[in-house]
């Protein structure tokens, strides 16, 4: 009496261990696809309340593989009261990435604790952690379904990404989704959830463009669902592989203002 209940667990543990190995895969290829050797992106960043634009910003953001590890640079480069307040991110494979941040007016430089990454930057509805990339070890991947369509796009493959461990006690989500372009894997769509389970924020893609055999958006937009407020970020220049140099990702080239 007892053999079918075991065979159908047994079976279902086996079919949820061939899932998460299927989006564990995915997630790599997609992580594959989108990494320059080095990127520069430079964009006009607009602050909403409701449908009200209320600031308009400039920034810019330096992307690059390094041997040892991988670096995300991201300057405000206008208007006056914000240029220069910067961000570094260093990710070497722990589990817990180093972000710095960098603020002109006092000259401070400091290292965020891991659960400051929550925090909200620069008065966007982007948080510090939202900069980082997939970080693929410190993640549990279950595909949720087929590829179906999603935004403007005929195929969508979505992806749950569970924080493990070390993560999981520093991030302010309990669980992302990602919404794969079947053609390119790119995530034009991310949902967050909140640590009681609640979707409080979406990124949302307007629009791919391909640099130099790399996709690329044209138009995202982090929509804050709880205080109806959104920070677009509209593409105005990708530049791949320039030759970016290893010292552009030092604490002392986030001191340096420009």
Known sequence: ????????????????SVHADDALSVMRDSDRRMKAADERVDYRMELLEGERLTFTRQLSRLDKRMSDRTGTLVRFTAPAAVKNVALLIEDSGKAINDIWSYTPSTKSLRRLAGSQKQNWFMGTDFTYEDFEDYKLDSYQFTSLAS?????????????EAKAKSEEADVSGYSRK????????????????????????????????????????????????????KSTRLIVEKVSINLGVA?????QRALRTEH
């Not at 369509?149 to 969508?156: F, Q, R, V």
Request: with cysteine; aromatic share 10%.
């Open 246 to 250: 290893d010292a552009e990702f030092t």
């Open 1 to 16: 009496m007892n053999k079918l209940p075991v065979t159908f667990s047994l079976l279902m543990m086996c079919i949820g």
């Open 147 to 159: 590829p179906e369509p999603c935004l403007s796009w005929p195929a969508c493959r979505r992806i």
């Open 177 to 228: 989704v990602y919404y794969l372009e079947e053609a390119s894997r790119y995530p034009v769509q991310v949902d967050y959830f909140d640590r009681q389970g609640v979707l409080v924020k979406q990124l949302k893609t307007e629009g791919l463009q391909v640099v130099d055999g790399f996709s690329r958006p044209t138009v995202q937009t982090m929509h804050n669902l709880v205080a109806n």
